[in-house]
């Protein structure tokens, strides 16, 4: 073995291994959420303004530091007015649309649950772009969305076709959120193959969470700082947000998108488990086989994509 290919296949190990702490840290943050507004009666506008805005600061500090200053496409990104216009856009109903929705199927729910409800706005991408493309479903497609409604079909009836097992509000809440999380994907697209992933998030979480500061008017609530809401909020900011969101664009970059989207298939099973673990949340088998359907949807996608991409590369 050259040098070369061991120094590849550390960097394979490495972007695999930052793509799964980043899952494993999204799906912990929930959790985390979810105790804080559960045993310490947290609102979640003030939990999402913390996760944004704070998640914002860290990013952009991080972006300065690994260009050591504002690089030329940075520079670009701030100084283009038709720019900004798109990131407050991206900000308010891609980013800050997503984190609340997020917070509020948790809240209605459980973790596992809403992030496992949420995920269902990637096969709302598919649909979308589907319907721009002019074409229909491709069969991995439509075995993905008919898995996706089959697993929510359970998850929210255990098979009974006149009765709900999750309340309303959760399944609303749920839907919004799986919009949210296609508009959150959608909405910087242009913008991230401009100027790169990293400032263009950074920028939205700081807009984000200023603007749902503003709107919300954190400053009335109170938080009691006791130990375990300390731990809980570093978990959900830090470990969830900031370093989540930067292992898993440092996995891309060495994976490659399409694997690092399906590692990170891993949150709503993360999420499952540590509020299994964590809050004593409880699912039935009915309840674990929706899940596994919704997850295999993303999956399927994800697979069919690498595939397809190694396909182009040969």
Request: one cysteine or more; hydrophobic letters at 55%; aromatic letters at 8%.
């Amino acid at each position: 073995v050259s040098g070369a290919q061991l120094k590849d296949a550390m960097r394979n190990a490495l972007g695999y291994l930052a793509t799964v702490v980043a899952a494993l840290c999204w799906g912990a943050s929930g959790v985390s959420a979810d105790y804080l507004m559960e045993y310490h009666g947290i609102e979640l506008t003030l939990i999402s303004f913390f996760r944004m805005f704070v998640s914002g600061i860290l990013a952009l500090a991080y972006v300065l530091a690994r260009s050591r200053g504002v690089s030329a496409r940075h520079r670009e990104l701030v100084s283009t007015p038709r720019n900004w216009r798109v990131l407050v856009i991206y900000a308010i109903f891609g980013l800050a649309a997503c984190q609340i929705t997020y917070m509020g199927v948790i809240r209605a729910s459980n973790a596992g649950t809403g992030t496992v409800l949420e995920y269902l706005g990637l096969i709302l991408i598919v649909v979308w772009v589907c319907l721009t493309h002019r074409r229909w479903p491709r069969a991995s497609e439509v075995i993905a969305i008919v898995l996706a409604v089959s697993g929510t079909f359970l998850l929210c009836t255990h098979g009974a076709l006149d009765s709900l097992v999750i309340t309303p509000t959760a399944l609303g809440w749920g839907a919004v959120a799986a919009l949210t999380l296609a508009t959150y994907t959608l909405l910087p697209a242009r913008l991230i193959a401009a100027y790169g992933a990293d400032v263009v998030v950074a920028y939205g979480l700081l807009i984000a969470g200023a603007c749902v500061g503003l709107v919300g008017r954190v400053w009335r609530f109170h938080i009691t700082w006791t130990p375990d809401v300390v731990l809980a909020m570093f978990i959900t900011v830090v470990l969830g947000t900031a370093i989540a969101s930067t292992a898993f664009l440092w996995g891309v970059d060495r994976i490659g998108p399409v694997k690092a989207s399906l590692i990170g298939s891993l949150e709503p099973i993360a999420a499952t488990a540590f509020s299994a673990l964590v809050m004593g949340s409880s699912y039935t088998g009915v309840d674990i086989v929706g899940m596994v359907l919704i997850v295999g949807a993303v999956v399927t996608i994800s697979v069919v994509d690498l595939l397809r991409a190694r396909r182009v590369t040969q």
